[in-house]
């Protein structure tokens, strides 16, 4: 069988211009009509997809904004500074629910929902995890004393909690907190399949390539994935499970075919890249980085639901 070409792409469908420094962090809402970014401005912006209006821009950080959450109903926003604090906001309104929690000693570097939405999940490159109850907003029950960690994941039951370090990958039960598995990789971004039988972490400068885990026996399903030169800052999987998008330092978003892990396309930025995400049906690639804008990316037209070149 001959190997798809590999498609190459510099230009996007449109940019979305609203912060003023790095954007550091996006996310569709379920609604599909709206996205939420964060940026080293200090601010979230609320968006109307369809529109690229700012709905809301959202103040309240006094440091950079580094991560991001959405809670699986859209209910729910969730923001980290480098300061240590978070802020959750009003889902709809963009209104803040809280003032900013001074959550962490040093600066946050991820946070997650659970599947339920019930708790928020908080990593700093300082130590430890820690968990919150979303209708009090204190913590809840016992830290995990992980070491500095760079990405945090629920798996999609929520039945299991990935933890990504500089030098390696903790599983933990969240509920009691043990941990399960523990291997060595130096990981910088963390991304489960929508069912939950596969974890892929992405490398940072000294192994930039993306790893597949069988979470029944924690090995390596695969030989690695290959192509970034650099930090792999984000990983995206669109939710029929068959795309995979990873951005990196080198200023490119690539694009992967999960079930044989070819590597179909690319989308060249201008400057480096943070974040990416899939819009909600699937079609398109949001990401964002230090050009201060999220730039839209369309799939190739020949990319088939399957994930497969026609």
């Not at 420094?21 to 369809?50: N, Q, Y």
């Amino acid at each position: 069988m001959s190997q798809p070409e590999l498609i190459s792409n510099t230009t996007p469908i449109r940019d979305f211009k609203g912060h003023e420094r790095t954007v550091t962090a996006v996310a569709v809402f379920p609604d599909r009509r709206r996205m939420i970014t964060g940026s080293h401005d200090k601010t979230l912006c609320l968006w109307d997809l369809e529109t690229g209006v700012v709905l809301k821009k959202m103040e309240g950080h006094r440091d950079e904004v580094w991560a991001l959450g959405v809670s699986r109903d859209g209910r729910i926003i969730a923001g980290g500074d480098f300061g240590g604090e978070i802020i959750a906001w009003h889902g709809k309104t963009g209104k803040s629910l809280t003032q900013p929690i001074k959550a962490h000693s040093n600066g946050i570097s991820s946070v997650d929902f659970s599947p339920d939405g019930t708790v928020l999940a908080t990593s700093s490159w300082g130590s430890v995890t820690k968990f919150w109850c979303t209708k009090t907003w204190l913590t809840q029950g016992n830290s995990i004393n992980c070491g500095g960690a760079n990405c945090i994941r629920y798996s999609p039951s929520g039945e299991l909690l990935a933890i990504a370090t500089s030098k390696d990958i903790q599983i933990y039960n969240p509920g009691t907190r043990k941990r399960v598995a523990s291997f060595e990789a130096n990981t910088t971004s963390l991304a489960w399949t929508p069912d939950g039988t596969r974890l892929l972490s992405g490398g940072d400068k000294t192994d930039p390539t993306i790893q597949e885990w069988d979470p029944l026996t924690w090995k390596q399903v695969s030989l690695p994935w290959e192509g970034h030169t650099s930090h792999i800052w984000a990983i995206a999987i669109d939710s029929t499970g068959t795309l995979v998008a990873s951005a990196s330092w080198n200023s490119h978003v690539r694009l992967w075919q999960l079930s044989d892990r070819r590597n179909i396309g690319i989308f060249e930025h201008s400057s480096w890249l943070n974040t990416v995400t899939f819009s909600v049906d699937g079609r398109h690639i949001l990401s964002g980085g230090g050009d201060n804008k999220i730039s839209e990316w369309e799939l190739p037209k020949g990319i088939s639901k399957s994930g497969a070149p026609r």
